[in-house]
């Protein structure tokens, strides 16, 4: 069953004076079945965060429907979507988002208190969690005293605490260096094998080459997708290079 569904969705933004549109999704459509790992990439511009931001409820699409686990949140209450997306969907981001005042250990236990779990029930996840993700024993420090990829696990940690349908990621991998950018991945594919769905908004050739799908968006559109099927993840990365070579050209493939 599809986990996702994205249903002919445009955002056409209006500036402040009313005056000029911007068009940043002109028909975006596809679905995501349970237990993917979809990299979205695309040009500076093409409407990647735009997407992101309506598939997390944060923002709502000018037309068209999105649909998580066959629901359409759209239609909910304000009190009721922020629950529907605190239970449905995990978010990490480049620059962490964790809180410096809170222990790493707060930070994972963050989402659990605001679903109003009971102390023990939190325990009980937060330390497996934690060790799933070589974290536990950082639990008492705070996130000025660890690396930039502890940091990022910690926000997988607390972005999966809840065990989401979807773990939303965008661009987990831009602040970290080469060697914490490579655990970071292969900790999201470890992740994924154990059915966890994701979806990835990345820059990076590379980290898309970990996915098992990469859509690239152009002006507003689904333009391109390569699934990986029996590929290696240097198959993959070598169809990806070509694919954004043929996105820098404008989209013209000079062989056809
Ligand atoms: N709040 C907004 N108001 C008006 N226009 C916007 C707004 N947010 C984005 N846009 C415009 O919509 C288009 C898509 O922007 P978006 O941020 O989704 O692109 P992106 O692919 O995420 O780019 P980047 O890779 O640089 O982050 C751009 O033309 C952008 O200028």
Redesign the pocket.
Known sequence: MAVLEVNHIKKV???RMGGEE?T?LRDVHFSVEKGEFVAIM????????????ILASLDTPTVGKVLVGGKDYSTLKDDERAIFRRTNLGFIFQDFNLLDNFTIEDNIRLPLVLAGENHKTMDQKVVPMARSLGIDQLLKKYPYEVSGGQKQRTAVARALITRPSILLADEPTGALDSRSTTNLLQQLCEINRSGQTILM?T?SNVAASYASRVMF?KD?EVFHQIYRGDMTRNEMLDKIFDAVTVLMRGGEDSES
């Open positions: 933004y209006k500036t911007i940043a695309g040009e500076s511009g093409s409407g990647k965060t735009t997407l992101l931001n908004v820059h968006i507003g």
